[in-house]
Nanobody
């Protein structure tokens, strides 16, 4: 499967953005999907994940209550709605996919090693 993130841009603190991750090459209906981000000079870090079936979502503490991930399997797309953006949210945002159909414990969804496929990212810059 190929993944393409879009929707990034330059916004001010407090603004909102919605990122999209469009998949091609396979249906993501039974893929776990996730968002990670990487700021300059920092490690790539977990942001959010959604299990296949869309019944469960997971978030990093730093975005809990501000970001929401969702999926539209009919469009083969995953979304990340980002509200109340902060300058520390500035990063390149990547989407990722895991082809397994089994469910993991919560912690597994935040590990980069869980995911088999990665897309090129989209830049989000939040000015203060």
């Amino acid at each position: 499967v190929q993944l393409q993130a879009s929707g990034g841009g330059l916004v001010q603190a407090g603004d909102s953005l919605r990122l999209s991750c469009a998949a091609s090459g396979d249906s993501i209906n039974t893929y776990h999907m996730a968002w990670f981000r990487q700021a300059p000079g920092k490690e790539r870090e977990f942001v959010a994940a959604i299990r296949w079936g869309g019944t469960s979502t997971y978030y990093a503490d730093s975005v809990q209550g501000r970001f929401t991930t969702s999926r539209d399997n009919a469009k083969n797309t995953v979304y990340l709605q980002m509200n109340s953006l902060k300058p520390e949210d500035t990063a390149v945002y990547h989407c990722a996919a895991d082809a397994t159909t089994r469910f993991y414990g919560r912690s597994a969804y935040s590990r980069k090693s869980t995911y088999d496929y990665w897309g090129q990212g989209t830049q989000v810059t939040v000015s203060s």
